[in-house]
């Protein structure tokens, strides 16, 4: 069984930038590739980034990349996303997510993943 929690959301004016943080529990944290899901109003549920189980290979959303950084520290068994220059577009709900199997296949869909945080809420004013 794995929980994740994530954290940092909050309100912030366009350009602004937060940092999301996932906290995992359990000692498999860095067998498995995690990633970074967003969910707007009446919106399906979208892809944003990824990261491998080292950290050394990472793969971002065309509507995120160059704005945002997914990062992970496999000691502290928490996964990040680092947001800059945000827009009003970007505001959703936020939810990290584990990938089910321990290979590196870049999952960017949905059904990839078998256990989810509960979100944190990022609106982003213009």
């Known amino acids: 069984q794995v929980q994740l929690v994530e954290s940092g959301g909050g309100l912030v004016q366009a350009g602004g930038s937060l940092r999301l943080s996932c906290a995992a529990s359990?000692?498999?944290?860095?067998?498995?590739?995690m990633g970074w899901f967003r969910q707007a109003p009446g919106k399906e549920r979208e892809f944003v980034a990824v990261i491998s189980r080292s950290g050394g290979s990472t793969y971002y959303a065309d509507s995120v990349k160059g704005r945002f950084t997914i990062s992970r520290d496999n000691a502290n068994n928490t996964v990040y996303l680092q947001m800059n220059s945000l827009k009003p577009e970007d505001t959703a709900v936020y939810y990290c997510?584990?990938?089910?199997?321990?290979?590196?296949?870049?999952?960017?869909?949905?059904?990839?993943?078998?256990?989810w945080g509960q979100g944190t809420q990022v609106t982003v004013s213009s």
């Open positions: 997510a584990k990938d089910r199997t321990t290979a590196w296949v870049r999952p960017t869909s949905r059904w990839q993943y078998d256990y």
């Open positions: 359990g000692r498999t944290f860095s067998s498995y590739t």
